[in-house]
T-cell receptor, first 114, second 110 residues
Framework: DGGITQSPKYLFRKEGQNVTLSCEQN?????MYWYRQDPGQGLRLIYY???????QKGDIAEGYSVSREKKESFPLTVTSAQKNPTAFYLC?????????????FGPGTRLTVL | KNEVEQSPQNLTAQEGEFITINCSYS?????LHWLQQHPGGGIVSLFM???GKKKHGRLIATINIQEKHSSLHITASHPRDSAVYIC????????????FGTGTSLTVIP
């Protein structure tokens, strides 16, 4: 089955710790995205990547980092510099640029900072 | 200021009712997406449309580019339609910014 997987589903972190969220897709999509969702707010773009070894900051990149070493993988690291990391994180992918194609979403990771 | 506004924020309907969710946007767009988010958090894309109307089963999406408005209709609503419906627009000419509405939470009561 083709799709996007995210792990873990729930993640707990102590303040001051970095944590990495996994995102893998087997859809052969070039573009991948990370979004953050907070209650009462729309999805906000953290980072996106149009091609391997290249990525760009979204609206709220501060305190986050990414890598794109393989086409199918786009991990997100939430660093200790992120002041309010507790949120629901969604990864997505698409065949082409964001303006022209449907995005496919993973099931999400809910991060809670203790 | 929100580039994408949805209404209503919350909607409760009896099973079988016809439902309409509205989306208005303020930016120039190449296409508009309707997404569905289930209680578990997963999101699926329902429609991408740039003009006119699209239909998939009991769901119908319409868009009026001149008025910058789109509607999502659900005919003969069912409890399994209960979800959050999100409108999203990728604006033209601004890189890869994608604006999302805050969503409409729909509950269909049996």
């Amino acid at each position: 089955d083709g799709g996007i997987t995210q792990s873990p589903k729930y993640l707990f972190r102590k303040e001051g710790q970095n944590v990495t969220l996994s995102c893998e897709q087997n859809l052969n999509h070039d573009a991948m995205y990370w979004y953050r969702q907070d209650p009462g707010q729309g999805l906000r773009l953290i980072y996106y990547s149009q091609i391997v070894n290249d990525f760009q900051k979204g609206d709220i990149a501060e305190g986050y980092s990414v890598s794109r070493e393989k086409k199918e993988s786009f991990p997100l690291t939430v660093t200790s510099a992120q002041k309010n990391p507790t949120a629901f994180y969604l990864c997505a992918s698409s065949r082409a640029g964001i303006r022209t194609d449907t995005q496919y979403f993973g099931p999400g990771t809910r991060l809670t900072v203790l | 200021k929100n580039e994408v506004e949805q209404s209503p924020q919350n909607l409760t309907a009896q099973e079988g009712e016809f439902i309409t969710i509205n989306c208005s946007y303020s930016v120039g767009i190449s296409a508009l997406h309707w997404l569905q988010q289930h209680p578990g958090g997963g999101i699926v894309s329902l429609f991408m449309l740039s003009s006119g109307k699209k239909k998939h089963g009991r769901l119908i999406a319409t868009i009026n580019i001149q008025e910058k408005h789109s509607s999502l209709h659900i005919t003969a609503s069912h409890p399994r339609d209960s979800a959050v419906y999100i409108c999203a627009v990728p604006p033209r000419g601004t890189g890869n910014q994608f604006y999302f509405g805050t969503g409409t939470s729909l509950t269909v009561i049996p």
